[in-house]
């Protein structure tokens, strides 16, 4: 069950570079397509197949690989890897729809989505640390191909500034997983998650800090940041929906995951200098994004600062924190995929995406109204305004954090201010500006956009707002695994009945 998540990606991107004869941009597209759609279908089936009572894996696959090594393929999916392997699952399709068709090289281009997509279905899925390894830096010389390639004028700069970022990461990660089987005589190297606790508080706070940081650059997170919003300036548009939507979430993923799992106690003890990394983290990335003047930069710094809520969730460590981290992941997910795929359609119309020259695109004399109307959406979702998937998952994060952490939680609450006050600096500029006299060639009509390049952002929208409200959705696949990953008895007995993430969800928020 869990293998084809693998293998449809996987094989599909060999059969289309083994692929005999020239064929068609054309072809090729639609063939990914078949095969992304394929695959969004199959993580439906496993998705029918999941028991959302069981807090544990589910669907566990097994077996023996380089048993010298440690390194055996197991697979098991529970409800915190689910709902991100759905989402990959959705995006990945959506960056294939909103390529070009006149692409150059597309077999190639095509073959590296599909790599990407299978490559972060197995790093969700792993259940072996080297596995999750393997699949972890899969993914890492595709993108790096797709900024180099397909990016813009300064790409060289930007995919070289990613890969070494991300190499760093990469070898961060597997020195903590071979210092962990070192120091603990085994060389199995199997996800047991109390495993880490036989360590003393030294070994298990330098391992975990080497995850940490390795983590924290590939979120990432406030000072490790610096090689994001350069990829997101030079990657086309597809790249920057995958980037910021599915692969960002690689490693809040492996902070719940590994450094939450196997290192629970000292996490516990370093959790209040987490939780003030993650205001820190928030802070910055919404004061960053007030000074820019690119749209595309704007979105990327506010990444920076949305991911410090996971951040202080998982610092939090209780059952609703740790839900709203999740759903944290998943709305910021379908929000950034939304407002970079907008900000694509405005700088492919207008050719440009400064903020000082843009203006009045919302007029109806400009030829921009959907594309306005939806980014006003996508905007209004990532401040956090009730209703959308951003508030639910904001309040969940706070509400979750504010006992154990109100200091840091009150923090993060003011960058969640700060994210109204550089979008509406965006939409007020961009949109609502006023025109100047029609003898300037920038208030002339703009082209039309067509309705087939607008269905991608309508279908993101749509699932933005039946994130905020309709939450029960994903909180009844989560909410069994965040409630059993919690690691802080002591804070989860500070909190009132009224704050379970079941009640929450299920209407508490309006009491």
């Given amino acids: 069950m869990l293998s084809g998540l693998l293998l449809i990606p996987l094989l599909g991107a060999i059969a289309l570079l083994v692929w005999p004869g020239a064929v068609s941009g054309e072809r090729l597209r639609r063939t990914c397509l078949a095969l992304l759609v394929l695959q969004v279908?199959?993580?439906?089936?496993?998705?029918?197949?999941?028991?959302?009572?069981?807090?544990?894996?589910?669907?566990?696959?097994?077996?023996?690989?380089?048993?010298?090594?440690?390194?055996?393929?197991?697979?098991?999916?529970?409800?915190?890897?689910?709902?991100?392997?759905?989402?990959?699952?959705?995006l990945s399709l959506a960056a294939a729809l909103v390529t070009s068709t006149s692409t150059p090289r597309p077999r190639l281009y095509y073959a590296l989505l599909l790599l990407i997509s299978g490559a972060v279905n197995g790093a969700f899925l792993a259940q072996n640390l080297l596995l999750f390894f393997l699949f972890y830096e899969l993914e890492l010389i595709p993108l790096w191909l797709l900024i180099a390639i397909w990016g813009g004028s300064n790409r060289a700069y930007a995919a070289t500034?990613?890969?070494?970022?991300?190499?760093?990461?990469?070898?961060?990660?597997?020195?903590?997983?071979?210092?962990?089987?070192?120091?603990?005589?085994?060389?199995?190297?199997?996800?047991?998650?109390?495993?880490?606790?036989?360590?003393?508080?030294?070994?298990?706070?330098?391992?975990?800090?080497a995850l940490l940081v390795g983590f924290g650059i590939k979120i990432p997170l406030f000072p490790f940041h610096t090689w994001l919003p350069d990829a997101h300036t030079e990657a086309s548009t597809p790249v920057s929906l995958l980037l910021a939507g599915v692969l960002l979430?690689?490693?809040?993923?492996?902070?719940?995951?590994?450094?939450?799992?196997?290192?629970?106690?000292?996490?516990?003890?370093?959790?209040?200098?987490?939780?003030?990394?993650?205001?820190?983290?928030?802070?910055?990335?919404?004061?960053?994004?007030?000074?820019?003047?690119?749209?595309k930069r704007m979105v990327a710094y506010s990444s920076v600062g949305h991911m410090g809520y996971v951040l202080l969730a998982a610092a939090a460590a209780t059952p609703v924190s740790l839900l709203g981290a999740l759903f944290q992941m998943v709305s910021h997910g379908l929000i950034s995929?939304?407002?970079?795929?907008?900000?694509?359609?405005?700088?492919?119309?207008?050719?440009?995406?400064?903020?000082?020259?843009?203006?009045?695109?919302?007029?109806?004399?400009?030829?921009?109204?959907?594309?306005?109307?939806?980014?006003?959406?996508?905007?209004?979702?990532?401040?956090?305004?009730p209703g959308m998937g951003g508030f639910i998952s904001e309040f969940l994060v706070f509400r979750g954090s504010l006992v154990p952490f109100p200091v840091p939680t009150l923090l993060c609450m003011v960058g969640s201010g700060l994210t109204a006050v550089y979008f509406l600096l965006l939409v007020n500029r961009v949109f609502f500006g006023r025109l100047s006299p029609p003898a300037d060639d920038l208030d002339t009509p703009l082209p039309a956009v067509p309705l087939a390049r607008q269905i991608p952002a309508l279908a993101l929208t749509v699932a933005v707002l039946l994130?905020?409200?309709?939450?029960?959705?994903?909180?009844?696949?989560?909410?069994?695994?965040?409630?059993?990953?919690?690691?802080?008895?002591?804070?989860?007995?500070?909190?009132?009945?009224?704050?379970?993430?079941?009640?929450?969800?299920?209407?508490?928020?309006?009491?």
Avoid: H
């Fill in 337 to 385: 995929a939304l407002l970079f795929l907008l900000v694509g359609v405005v700088y492919a119309t207008t050719g440009t995406r400064d903020l000082n020259v843009l203006r009045g695109l919302l007029n109806p004399e400009r030829g921009l109204p959907i594309t306005g109307s939806l980014m006003i959406a996508g905007v209004m979702a990532s401040a956090g305004i």
């Fill in 249 to 295: 979430k690689l490693g809040t993923y492996g902070l719940l995951r590994f450094c939450l799992g196997l290192f629970p106690d000292a996490w516990q003890l370093m959790s209040p200098w987490l939780a003030g990394w993650a205001a820190v983290s928030v802070l910055f990335g919404s004061l960053a994004a007030i000074q820019q003047q690119d749209m």
């Fill in 41 to 90: 279908a199959w993580s439906l089936r496993v998705l029918w197949q999941f028991d959302p009572t069981i807090s544990g894996l589910q669907l566990e696959e097994i077996a023996p690989w380089v048993g010298s090594l440690g390194l055996d393929y197991r697979l098991g999916i529970d409800g915190l890897s689910l709902p991100l392997v759905l989402i990959n699952g959705a």
């Fill in 161 to 209: 500034k990613f890969l070494l970022f991300t190499a760093v990461s990469g070898v961060l990660i597997l020195g903590a997983f071979f210092g962990l089987a070192l120091a603990t005589g085994t060389a199995d190297f199997s996800l047991q998650p109390l495993l880490g606790q036989e360590l003393g508080m030294g070994m298990q706070l330098l391992l975990m800090g």
């Fill in 467 to 511: 994130l905020g409200v309709a939450p029960q959705a994903l909180g009844t696949l989560a909410t069994a695994t965040t409630t059993a990953m919690g690691r802080a008895p002591q804070r989860l007995a500070a909190l009132p009945v009224s704050a379970a993430p079941d009640r929450l969800l299920a209407g508490g928020m309006g009491q």
